[in-house]
């Protein structure tokens, strides 16, 4: 991926979600940053990865399967891009 492609999917991010971006990819950082040096891992770092998987299920229009027989979401499979509706 050139650097111009990386740009242009930043530049499509308002400001709330370039903040969310820095927040969050700091908050990986600092979680490796952990366990590279040993340290203990901080249970809140760990409990707001949970911010960046939505997030990134956003950016990248992804989205996780329904179960076969209703309509909920099954948190035990991959997520999978989601359909364009076409009126995109």
Known sequence: ???NKKMSIIDKL???QK???LTEINNLKDIVNDVQDTCPIDYHK???LGGLEYFLAEI???ELPKHDDCHH???WR???I???SGNE
């Open 14 to 16: 308002d400001e709330q």
């Open 1 to 3: 991926m050139t650097i």
């Open 46 to 48: 760990v409990i707001n």
């Open 82 to 84: 989601k359909k364009s």
């Open 78 to 80: 991959n997520y999978k």
């Open 60 to 62: 990248f229009n992804l």
């Open 73 to 75: 979401t099954n948190r």
């Open 19 to 21: 903040e969310r971006l």
